[in-house]
T-cell receptor, first 108, second 112 residues
Framework: KNEVEQSPQNLTAQEGEFITINCSYS?????LHWLQQHPGGGIVSLFM???GKKKHGRLIATINIQEKHSSLHITASHPRDSAVYIC??????????FGKGTRLHILP | DTGVSQNPRHKITKRGQNVTFRCDPI?????LYWYRQTLGQGPEFLTY????????KSRLLSDRFSAERPKGSFSTLEIQRTEQGDSAMYLC??????????FGSGTRLTVV
């Protein structure tokens, strides 16, 4: 079992829909990261969270440390949001453990 | 400082050739990590440095792979005698002791 689990693995939605991607982790963390990777592209860091909630444009990330759970939300989704979203957290050995990613496809 | 820089962004090489990638971390970050991401998978740990010392290497890092961080600043990852299975995205990240990680955008290697 991976120490960082994401769901769903794949998600297809219509433009404008509200999107939620979930991440559960079993490691003790100081901060959790949400990353975005477009097809054939590099990785872009979206958020680093250690508590509460952060918002950037149409993206919102929340974390519940007690429940070891984080969510990434996209409001008013757009085809350009189509990408792989990865959650990542360092474990006690200070190695970043990545989830396998959620492949999001927004249809126009 | 504009973040973690990786070069080249893309590399296509013939099987059997050697390749070298470079990662320039954020200057005050003493820890530097290399990860590899194959198609459809999340990135997997390869190795990490604290300053110039290589503290850990994954079993994924075969003898054909070597990483260095000679002055505790930039790092290089070399793959000798490349194989098609080495085709992947090679990702570098850095951090200081108390802050989160900063990720490079990766080097995509294609071995033909």
């Amino acid at each position: 079992k991976n120490e960082v689990e994401q769901s769903p693995q794949n998600l297809t939605a219509q433009e404008g829909e509200f999107i939620t991607i979930n991440c559960s982790y079993s490691v003790g963390i100081s901060a959790l990261h949400w990353l975005q990777q477009h097809p054939g592209g590099g990785i872009v860091s979206l958020f680093m969270l250690s508590s509460g909630k952060k918002k950037h444009g149409r993206l919102i990330a929340t974390i519940n440390i007690q429940e070891k759970h984080s969510s990434l939300h996209i409001t008013a989704s757009h085809p350009r949001d189509s990408a792989v979203y990865i959650c990542a957290a360092p474990n006690r050995d200070d190695k970043i453990i990545f989830g396998k990613g959620t492949r999001l496809h927004i249809l126009p | 400082d504009t973040g973690v820089s990786q070069n080249p962004r893309h590399k296509i090489t013939k099987r059997g050739q050697n390749v070298t990638f470079r990662c320039d971390p954020i200057s005050e970050h003493n820890r530097l990590y290399w990860y590899r991401q194959t198609l459809g998978q999340g990135p997997e740990f390869l190795t990490y440095f604290q300053n110039e010392a290589q503290l850990e290497k994954s079993r994924l890092l075969s003898d054909r792979f070597s990483a260095e961080r000679p002055k505790g600043s930039f790092s290089t990852l070399e793959i000798q005698r490349t194989e098609q299975g080495d085709s992947a995205m090679y990702l570098c990240a850095s951090r200081a002791d108390v802050y989160g990680y900063t990720f490079g955008s990766g080097t995509r290697l294609t071995v033909v």
